[in-house]
C-alpha cells in the first residue's frame, strides 16, 4: 500500500516546483534576406538568406552558445528555417517548426510598396487601407497575437525549466510583444523595436511572463538604414514587414 503522507508531499513539491520554475523563450527574428526586386515577400515561398543573413544567423548561434537551449523551433518560411539551422546545431537539438510562428498575411505580398513608390497614391490599393487598427491589408493584429501566444506556450512547455528559441518575423514578434506590454497594437512601422536576428525574450515564472527583455546580437552586422529609427531609403531594401 502507498504511504499517502508521501504522495501529499510530491504532490506539494511538484505544485511549488512549477510555479516556481524559470523558463525564458526567446522570439529571434529571421536575418537578411537576399530580395534584388525589393519586393514585399511575406508568405512567399523562395526568399532565403542573403550571405549577410546567414552571417547574423551564425552570430546569434555564438552567442547563445553557453545558454541552457534544450528547444529550439522555426517558421516554416525558409529564412526562418535557415536562420535557426546554427542555434539548432550548435546545441545538438533537432530543429522543429510551427506553423503558428509564420508572417503575418499580407494582400500586398509579390509587390513593391515603400517609401517613394506610390504604392499609396494608386487608387487600387485604397480600398486596402481603410483601417490601420484592424489591420484592412492583411491578417487581423488578435489573430495574431492568439497563435504567437499559443506557439510561445507550446515553446515554454517543451523547454520548462530552461530556454527555447522560437525563429520567426518582425510584425507577428513585434505585435506579441505589444501585446504582453499591454500597448496599442496599431503603430508605426517604423518604430517597431525588432530589428534583423534580433532577440525578444520572455521570461516566465511557472506559467506567468514576468519579465521582457530585448537584444541585438548581430547589430554591427545590420545595415545602417535598416535599424530602429532609421530613415527609410527610397529604392532601397524595405526596412519593415518581414
Same mark, same amino acid.
Given at each position: ?33 537576399? #530580395?534584388?526586386? /525589393? ?15 546567414? !552571417? ?49 498575411? #499580407? ?8 517609401? /517613394? ?7 487600387? #490599393?485604397?480600398?486596402?487601407?481603410? #483601417? ?28 520548462? /525549466?530552461?530556454?527555447?528559441? $522560437? ?9 506579441? !510583444? ?12 517604423? !518604430?517597431?523595436? $525588432? ?48
Amino acid at each position: 500500500m502507498s504511504d499517502p503522507t508521501l504522495k501529499n508531499e510530491t504532490s506539494e513539491k511538484s505544485e511549488k516546483g512549477e510555479k516556481g520554475d524559470i523558463t525564458v523563450v526567446h522570439l529571434m527574428r529571421h536575418g537578411e534576406v537576399h #530580395n534584388p526586386e /525589393g519586393v514585399l515577400y511575406g508568405r512567399r515561398p523562395g526568399y532565403h538568406l542573403s550571405d549577410l543573413g546567414v !552571417r547574423m544567423a551564425e552570430r546569434v548561434a555564438e552567442h547563445l552558445a553557453g545558454r541552457d537551449i534544450t528547444h529550439v523551433v522555426a517558421s516554416p518560411l525558409e529564412r526562418a528555417q535557415e536562420t535557426a539551422a546554427p542555434l539548432a546545431k550548435v546545441h545538438g537539438l533537432t530543429l522543429d517548426t510551427d506553423g503558428r510562428l509564420i508572417e503575418a498575411a #499580407n494582400v500586398f505580398e509579390g509587390k513593391t510598396f515603400g517609401v /517613394g513608390d506610390g504604392a499609396l497614391r494608386r487608387p487600387a #490599393n485604397w480600398k486596402y487601407l481603410t #483601417n490601420p487598427f484592424r489591420p484592412s491589408w492583411g491578417e487581423p493584429y488578435i489573430d495574431q497575437v492568439v497563435r504567437m501566444m499559443g506557439a510561445l506556450t507550446a515553446a515554454r512547455d517543451a523547454a520548462r /525549466g530552461h530556454e527555447a528559441v $522560437c525563429v520567426s518575423h518582425q510584425l507577428p514578434i513585434w505585435i506579441v !510583444r505589444s501585446f504582453v506590454e499591454r500597448r496599442r497594437l496599431a503603430h508605426d512601422p517604423r !518604430r517597431r523595436q $525588432c530589428t534583423l536576428a534580433s532577440l525578444t525574450s520572455f521570461t516566465y515564472q511557472g506559467d506567468k511572463i514576468v519579465s521582457v527583455g530585448y537584444s541585438e546580437p548581430a547589430r554591427d552586422l545590420v545595415p545602417a538604414h535598416l535599424l530602429p529609427g532609421a530613415r527609410p531609403v527610397k529604392g532601397g531594401t524595405k526596412a519593415f514587414g518581414a
